[in-house]
């Protein structure tokens, strides 16, 4: 996808915009309560201001930034930052729908796999993931072992990544 991010000068009313793209959409988990809101957050449009001067005017204390999500991806990776500096875990749940809405755009993704991460730190632990198939059937990929799995228990989990497809394409 590609993300369009515009500085504002409100000095001498000079706008840059930088279109970037990304392959991810990192959260910190600690910030928010849902991926859903996050996101809506993170990439509304609304100006926040921003430390540094003007390219046009070199006036200080002007400038403010927004981003918004420009270009939506057919698959929206979204990575939970459960990590703190010390490289120890960060268990606290956030929620994640079956589906979320990029609100202003209205375009909408559904939930189809996640990777988990069990230990404690970032060096020690185990991955796996969960799937969910064509028929909307969620299974349990662990290493050899794959299983079926119910949609409550998927939604009760505490992901590392998670994967969305986008929904009418």
């Known amino acids: 996808g590609e993300i369009t991010t515009i500085i504002k000068c409100s000095k001498c009313k000079y706008s840059?915009?930088?279109i970037s793209e990304f392959a991810d959409i990192s959260i910190p988990?600690?910030?928010y309560k849902n991926v859903?809101?996050?996101i809506n957050k993170m990439y509304s449009h609304t100006s926040q201001k921003a430390i540094g001067k003007c390219e046009k005017c070199q006036k200080n204390n002007c400038l403010t930034t927004s981003q918004y999500i420009s270009k939506f991806p057919p698959i929206l990776i979204i990575t939970l930052m459960r990590f703190d500096n010390q490289c120890k875990k960060i268990d606290d749940f956030l929620e994640y729908p079956k589906f979320i809405k990029i609100s202003k755009n209205k375009i909408k993704y559904q939930l189809y796999a996640m990777i988990i991460h069990e230990g404690r730190m970032m060096s020690h632990g185990h991955f796996m993931s969960y799937i969910m198939n064509a028929q909307e059937i969620w299974y349990n990929v662990n290493d050899v072992c794959i299983f079926?799995?119910?949609?409550?228990?998927?939604?009760?989990q505490k992901p590392y990544v998670l994967f969305y497809k986008r929904c009418g394409i």
């Open 148 to 156: 079926k799995v119910t949609e409550e228990r998927i939604l009760k």
């Open 29 to 31: 988990i600690r910030q």
């Open 16 to 18: 840059n915009d930088d």
């Open 36 to 38: 859903e809101t996050a």
